[in-house]
């Protein structure tokens, strides 16, 4: 039987002497209180959990830029639902379904990841895609990758900006993430302000 998560969390979930408690560790070794606030957001609270617990630690990596652009071949094909059985993920949110989602058509082509070295917004995010003739992935786009690049997700978080859920409570859009149990398929609000762990699953327009 597939895994279907729970509601995403958010920091109400936690008592107030364990955030402090959080903000504090992760104060001692350099985040600011911007960043601070950008580890809050969901798929990070997981990690943020085992780090209030104590079984887990911090590790500070050099940032380094992607030194070229990999275009990744893809094909899509198949209905959402069948798209996300075949990325065998160990959880997919609920919503991310037929019902929800229309398949693209068939088709092939090559996608590219996107990376921007800093923290960066929705909006700008789709005016530099556009400035350099690019556009967000599709849902059937996101999902085409993800089954066929499963290795990609444990090194990066992936957003596809195109591929939204649109709600009364606010707009949503797909990712691909990974913890220490593995590879997971999710929705985060399209207003988040993304850092610089994620990449930007894009197409040529």
């Keep these: 039987m597939a895994h279907v998560p729970r509601k995403e969390e958010d920091m109400s979930s936690y008592r107030e002497g364990q955030i402090h408690q959080l903000a504090n560790k992760l104060e001692t070794i350099g985040f600011s209180a911007d960043e601070i606030t950008l580890l809050a957001q969901f798929p990070y609270l997981p990690q943020i959990r085992e780090l209030i617990n104590g079984r887990a630690q911090i590790v ?11 275009k990744y071949a893809i094909e899509v094909v198949g209905s959402i639902n069948d798209q996300v059985k075949a990325g065998y993920y160990i959880a997919s949110h609920e919503s991310i379904n037929d019902h929800n989602f ?7 082509m090559d996608v590219i990841l996107k990376f921007f070295d800093r923290t960066i917004s929705t909006q700008e995010v789709l005016k530099l895609l556009g400035e350099e003739g690019l556009r967000p992935a599709s849902m059937s786009e996101l999902l085409a990758f993800g089954s066929r690049y499963p290795d990609a997700q444990i090194q990066y978080l992936i957003v ?24 997971k398929l999710g929705l985060s609000p399209i207003g988040n302000i993304w850092c ?3 990449r930007f699953l894009a197409v040529e327009k």
């Design 60 to 70: 500070i990596k050099k940032k380094v830029a992607d030194p070229v652009v990999v």
């Design 102 to 108: 229309t398949a693209d058509r068939p088709d092939q």
């Design 196 to 198: 610089d762990s994620y």
């Design 160 to 183: 596809a900006l195109g591929a939204i859920l649109r709600t009364p409570n606010g707009d949503s859009v797909g990712w691909l993430g990974n913890n220490q149990i593995g590879r």
